[in-house]
């Protein structure tokens, strides 16, 4: 079966995981890039999948011919081994096999990253919509301080928030940040928490990790 998926115009990541999804579905599929950054990016996460890749650059486009390799499917080892592979399923599994407890993930900020705001603010967006695409999902988000912005009325990234409750994403939305930046009546995904109950949480993790 061959597909192809027409990425042109598309920001990171959203073209390897339009690449991911099709070779769920298809042994051969072509990809249109139209920038170097999204044909590095699709050419080694296929690379990774151990698919055999061609590329063909015309006009300032490029088509990505990926098929899969003939005999059996992906190598848990090979996934491991490229950083390209934003599923991470073989490199999280480790670390979350000797956790003893849930994974909790803190935000901070409403930025990802210490430097230029408005990029901060590109891969903050990015970042969340990536972690809905992903296989694995952290058990618990915790917003505090301006990472509380992300979780009320008029946040860009609502509804990506939404599709993780929807998946079983627990989301503790700091009550003294809200109130701090009034937004306390602004809470659009979540739950308003408290001190107590985000301590305990972090204390009870098996692993936290903090943007």
Do not use: W
Request: glycine fraction near 10%; hydrophobic fraction near 40%; charged fraction near 25%.
């Amino acid at each position: 079966m061959r597909k192809e998926v027409d990425a042109r115009g598309r920001a990171c990541p959203e073209p390897v995981v339009l690449t991911k999804k099709a070779l769920e579905e298809a042994d051969e599929i072509t990809v249109i890039v139209d920038n170097s950054t999204a044909e590095e990016n699709v050419r080694r996460f296929a690379m990774s999948r151990k698919c055999t890749v061609q590329v063909e650059r015309r006009d300032g486009e490029s088509r990505l011919l990926i098929r899969k390799p003939l005999h059996g499917g992906d190598s848990p080892g090979a996934q491991a081994q490229d950083p390209a592979d934003i599923t991470g399923r073989s490199q999280d599994k480790a670390p979350h096999q000797a956790a003893s407890g849930p994974l909790v993930l803190v935000i901070a900020s409403d930025r990802m990253g210490v430097g230029d705001n408005e990029l901060g603010m590109v891969l903050m967006r990015s970042f969340l919509h990536t972690l809905g695409e992903t296989e694995r999902k952290p058990d618990t988000m915790i917003f505090f301080n301006t990472g509380v912005r992300l979780a009320v009325q008029g946040s860009e990234v609502l509804d990506d928030l939404r599709a993780l409750c929807n998946k079983g994403v627990r989301m503790l939305v700091c009550g003294t940040c809200l109130g701090f930046f009034e937004m306390s009546d602004r809470l659009a995904v979540g739950q308003v928490s408290n001190m107590y109950d985000i301590t305990e949480t972090m204390l009870g993790a098996g692993r936290v990790i903090r943007l």
